[in-house]
């Protein structure tokens, strides 16, 4: 049973943690993960189920609850086939793996495929024997686990990707083929030697599966049902009676037995039929795509589909009341995470309410406050009194961990942050200035006084009253404030001072303090460090981000560990980067649509394509190493540079290795990072020429990892480009 006691209700995990991708984060929210899933399968309770970005999920309750199982691929996964409770295959375009340890570990079949002519479909009969079909209908049979494939027959095709394949013997088959408007049923009886045509409609068809040896189904678009009683040899339609109107594509079926059915659509709907496809009834389980359905037992029967969706039914598909999947998304999150007075308590404000954990982020729950207006930010400075700003600048106090609230007062500052350094000071930083409060929030007033700024040369005096302020935290009994400069305080909001910038010509972009005078900075699109409060900065240039100002994150739980989010060169989306060792590496975490990042050390938060946490810093157990250098001298002048056209030529090693790893080589020299990749031999080594080189130069290498193995990134080298001296006769 789940308790939690600061919470209005709880949300218990379902399972053990499922972690995202090639990462340790692991899903928080939505539960058990949140990644569109494909297909699904069962023998009895066991069950597989696949999907994008190579989740593969495991339950061995009938799909109550699930765990995660690392797949060692990044590639969608679109198929899987369970031989046993311990022999499962999984496979999208580009890839074919095969674990006979239920799920602990999976290896690549040697199959020689490529993203342009992959595995389209495949039909196993044990962990070594079965038939893969490619996107071009060349059918394929191996006996030995892919390492010998002895060609068959293509499978007939009309210019359309092949659909199923579905074997009952070695020798007994059999195929879909679409044309770009009809379906037709391929069966072989010599074992892909020849095809046979049974079936033709004129909707394409997407599955075909067989209850009985003698008894099969096959479904397609515009509410294709076709039925064979004689072992597949002929096919005929079946009316699948549908309330008026409804024309659904059909997508995916499972029967319990020969007239019990439940209909994937592909949709929100589901059709279920009990009198062996004569009529259909439609059942909606949520407002989410389902994508595909299987029969754990006679009476019960799970549907998968987009954002992770699992609904269960335990009357053969008649209604599916369950949900496995949980989520909290109707808060509408900001970008934004308060870490509270321990570690594992987190909350992230929202338009509709207030998302929050107890327990380090395995479970959420949702703090309803009274307000029609967006929550801004939320502090809970000790035990279960906490705070809470809207957008209008109405100020939220609870006694009761969130339970209740009540209006502490209402401010005309437009608020960007709420800060509470103990139960009675809050401070509130806005477009126009500070106000502190030293009762509890029943009362406001500005803070007062001066700051003498640097602008185009000049020192001028500006009151607080009028500073621009984008964002606040607190940090060693410290509070910063920051917009275009950076001010500190350390009475508790009392008295403030500016903090020298590291080029004063540009404005502060995010910054993130671990103590009074220990921290960094985003400035002028650079990451800086400072150990004496902004007297020195050090600027760290090893990382490889484009975008890294404005609207970037950066979060460190201490001076060696913490995180970046940018843009890697060349790439759309921002990326999550990890350090260990105050910067001097960083690791691209695999961890996407990241919008920000906490770091509170023990446990650390990030929110992307839902909520996510992590114990580990996201990095897996296994850790690779990674080394760059530059070839010959580290120190040449403009001359020799110029008669070697501007080439560098850069090598690395990577262990552990297996080839075929793409490393990325980035440099920059300028502002602006550039990037190329460069392929991994056996032996671990990697090496790139790179062009057009003129000046001081920085390199380095990162590789994103495999699932299994993390990633890693190696220092910077700097390569030094002199210049020729003049000289005045």
């Not at 729950?365 to 502090?379: A, E, G, K, N, Q």
């Not at 501007?646 to 297996?658: D, K, M, Q, T």
């Not at 990892?705 to 003049?726: E, M």
Request: proline share 5%.
């Amino acid at each position: 049973m789940c308790t939690l006691a600061v919470l209005l209700s709880c949300s218990c995990a379902y399972g053990a943690p499922v972690s995202a991708s090639y990462t340790s984060w692991m899903w928080g929210d939505p539960t058990p993960q949140g990644d569109a899933l494909s297909d699904v399968t069962f023998v009895g309770l066991r069950g597989y189920a696949v999907g994008e970005e190579g989740t593969v999920l495991r339950t061995d309750d009938g799909g109550s609850t699930w765990s995660g199982l690392a797949s060692g691929t990044r590639q969608d996964l679109s198929r899987v086939q369970a031989l046993d409770a311990s022999t499962v295959l999984i496979a999208g375009l580009c890839t074919l793996r095969e674990s006979t340890d239920a799920g602990a570990s999976f290896q690549a079949l040697p199959v020689d495929q490529n993203c342009q002519n992959g595995v389209d479909s495949f039909w196993f009969f044990n962990a070594t024997t079965g038939f893969l079909e490619r996107r071009d209908g060349t059918v394929l049979f191996t006996h030995d686990g892919g390492q010998t494939l002895e060609v068959k027959t293509p499978v007939p095709q009309a210019g359309e990707p092949p659909g199923e394949l579905y074997f009952l013997s070695a020798g007994t088959g059999f195929a879909l083929a679409n044309g770009s408007h009809s379906g037709r049923i391929m069966r072989t009886t010599d074992g892909a030697g020849s095809w046979t045509q049974v079936a033709s409609t004129t909707a394409p068809l997407s599955d075909i599966t067989f209850v009985t040896p003698a008894l099969a189904y096959a479904v397609g678009e515009k509410d294709t049902l076709l039925q064979s009683t004689d072992e597949g040899k002929s096919w005929h339609s079946l009316p699948l009676a549908l309330p008026p109107g409804t024309l659904p594509n059909l997508s995916g079926i499972a029967c319990s037995d020969v007239e019990n059915c439940v209909i994937a659509t592909g949709d929100t709907t589901l059709v279920h039929t009990s009198d062996g496809g004569l009529t259909g009834s439609l059942v909606s389980p949520s407002g989410l795509r389902l994508s595909a359905v299987a029969f754990s037992t006679g009476a019960n029967a799970l549907a998968v589909g987009v954002g992770g969706e699992t609904a269960l039914s335990s009357d053969g598909g008649a209604s599916f009341p369950n949900r496995a999947t949980r989520s909290i998304d109707s808060v509408e999150l900001s970008s934004s995470i308060r870490v509270g007075p321990s570690v594992l308590d987190a909350f992230i404000p929202g338009r509709k309410g207030i998302a929050a954990t107890t327990d380090g982020g395995a479970s959420w729950s949702v703090l309803r406050v009274p307000t029609s207006d967006p929550i801004v930010d939320v502090t809970f400075p000790a035990g279960e009194t906490g705070y809470a700003v809207d957008g209008s600048g109405t100020v939220f106090r609870t006694s009761t961990a969130g339970r209740t609230w009540s209006i502490a007062s209402s401010n005309d500052l437009t608020p960007v942050a709420l800060l509470a350094p103990n139960p009675n000071v809050l401070l509130l930083a806005g477009e126009r200035g500070l106000l502190r409060s030293r009762d509890g929030g029943r009362s406001f007033g500005a803070v007062r006084g001066t700051i003498v700024v640097k602008r185009r040369h000049k020192r001028r005096k500006v009151r607080l009253s009028n500073v621009s302020l984008f964002g606040a935290q607190l940090a060693g009994g410290a509070m910063f404030a920051y917009g275009e400069d950076l001010l500190r305080s350390t009475d508790s909001g009392g008295r403030w001072r500016l903090i020298p910038r590291p080029l004063p010509v540009h404005r502060v972009e995010a910054v993130s303090f671990v103590s009074a005078t220990t921290g960094y900075e985003i400035c002028g699109g650079r990451l800086f460090f400072t150990h004496d409060g902004g007297v020195h900065w050090r600027q760290i240039v090893s990382v490889p981000t484009t975008d890294i100002g404005e609207g970037s994150e950066i979060a460190f739980s201490s001076a060696a560990d913490g995180y970046v989010l940018g843009t890697f060169p060349r790439e759309e989306e921002r990326l999550l980067f990890r350090t260990e060792d105050g910067g001097r590496t960083w690791a691209p975490e695999e961890l996407t649509d990241v919008s920000a990042v906490a770091a509170a050390g023990a446990v650390d938060y990030a929110i992307g394509r839902g909520l996510f946490w992590t114990r580990s810093g996201g990095i897996l157990q296994n850790r690779p190493k990674i080394a760059l250098s530059v070839s010959g001298p580290h120190k040449l002048s403009e001359r020799r540079l110029r008669s070697a056209r501007g080439r560098v030529h850069v090598s690395g090693h990577l262990e552990p290795a297996s080839g075929g790893e793409q490393v990325m080589i980035s440099w920059l020299q300028g502002p602006y990072w550039e990037t190329e990749s460069t392929t991994v031999s056996a032996t671990g080594h990697f090496a790139l020429t790179v062009r057009e080189i003129s000046q001081t130069t920085y390199f380095i290498a990162q590789w994103s990892g495999n699932g299994i193995v993390s990633g890693a990134g190696s220092p910077a080298v700097r390569l030094t480009v002199t210049h020729r001296k003049l000289t005045h006769r």
